[in-house]
């Protein structure tokens, strides 16, 4: 049973940058794609980001494409968001995913999440 346990979420000006990590233990993820999703208040967690098991391959959504860089570190079981110009609209929050099922609400393991709000 892998856990997921986000970090790095806070309160930041808009145009500021923030770096979420996620931790996995419990079991290994470095054959997983992993991926970090949102969920804003009142709407739906949506897809950010994912990234192969190898790190060679990534893909974000529109929404966060050239401000956002999904990356792993599998000897140390941990994926990272780097999040710059960051703006009010990316105020949600973030939720770390093992395997998830393309850009679908779905995946094997899912954080607890960490809250990331933007001022403007």
């Known amino acids: 049973q892998v856990q997921l346990v986000e970090s790095g979420g806070g309160l930041v000006q808009a145009g500021g940058s923030l770096r979420l990590s996620c931790a996995a233990s419990?079991?290994?993820?470095?054959?997983?794609?992993m991926g970090w999703f949102r969920q804003a208040p009142g709407l739906e967690r949506e897809f950010v980001a994912t990234?192969?098991?190898?790190?060679?391959?990534?893909y974000y959504a529109d929404s966060v494409k050239g401000r956002f860089t999904i990356s792993r570190d599998n000897a140390k079981s941990t994926v990272y968001l780097q999040m710059n110009s960051l703006k009010p609209e990316d105020t949600a929050v973030y939720y770390c995913?093992?395997?998830?099922?393309?850009?679908?609400?779905?995946?094997?393991?899912w954080g607890q999440g960490t809250q990331v709000t933007v001022s403007s």
């Open positions: 995913a093992a395997n998830p099922q393309g850009r679908g609400n779905v995946a094997d393991y």
């Open positions: 990234i192969s098991w190898s790190g060679s391959n990534t």
């Open positions: 419990g079991g290994t993820i470095r054959n997983y794609p």
